[in-house]
């Protein structure tokens, strides 16, 4: 069975401060790889995808950078928090596209930047 | 969003009765999604609609889509107080099957 494991569970961070969340997708080979930010009673925007090892494409600029150095990681960071950061953070994974783009989500990191 | 679009509310209902929510997409996709997510977590996938589909029924559940009017909906029968969470449709961007935009949810309380 496959398992994504989220981390930390939670973050409480001052403005200015470096972040990174982190997410590991076990029991499946080669997944594509998601980020999802979603804000306090928001709807999910998608930030980043990876089809493979090392490549990531950005849908949503919001001062983040996202990598994969591992076929089943998936790291989101950034050098300086804004206050607009804040929010849940969702790293998901699918087999591919179409029926088979089925996103199946981690249990999330909450992110508060004061 | 600006591909997925829903009616932004929060419906409450009683046990048992019917409710319907519906979603707007606003560029070909080849498949609707409708995840369900309860508090504090991720969402998960409840029904899956392609594009060549007009109903899809699971078990409680039915997902209807009209690519004319480029709509969905999501019904469920006799509700349940576990049925309590927002609900969201998702559309793939017709071009790019890697990107996944999500309406703005459905806020549902089923009430005792």
């Known amino acids: 069975a496959q398992t994504i494991h989220q981390w930390p569970v939670a973050e409480i961070k001052a403005v200015g401060s470096p972040l990174s969340l982190g997410c590991t997708i076990k029991g499946k080979s080669s997944p594509n790889l998601y980020w999802y930010w979603q804000a306090t009673g928001g709807t999910l925007q998608q930030l980043f995808y990876s089809i493979t090892v090392g490549q990531v494409e950005s849908v949503v600029q919001l001062n983040l950078s996202a990598s994969r150095p591992k076929d089943d990681q998936f790291i989101l960071s950034t050098e300086k928090l804004l206050l607009s950061h804040s929010g849940f953070y969702l790293c998901a994974w699918s087999l591919g596209w179409g029926e088979q783009n089925t996103l199946y989500f981690g249990a999330g990191t909450r992110l508060s930047v004061l | 969003s600006q591909w997925g679009e829903e009616n932004l509310q929060a419906l409450s209902i009683q046990e048992g009765e019917d409710v319907t929510m519906n979603c707007s997409y606003k560029t070909y996709t080849t498949v609707v999604h409708w995840y369900r997510q309860d508090s504090g977590r991720g969402p998960a996938l409840i029904i899956l609609?392609?594009?060549?589909?007009r109903e899809k029924r699971s078990g409680r559940l039915r997902a209807t889509l009209d690519t004319s009017s480029q709509s969905s909906s999501l019904s469920i029968t006799a509700a349940q107080c576990e049925d309590t969470a927002v609900y969201f449709c998702?559309?793939?961007?017709?071009?790019?099957?890697?990107?996944?935009?999500f309406g703005s949810g459905t806020k549902l309380t089923v009430e005792p």
């Open positions: 998702a559309t793939d961007a017709g071009s790019n099957y890697n990107v996944l935009y």
């Open positions: 609609i392609r594009s060549n589909e």
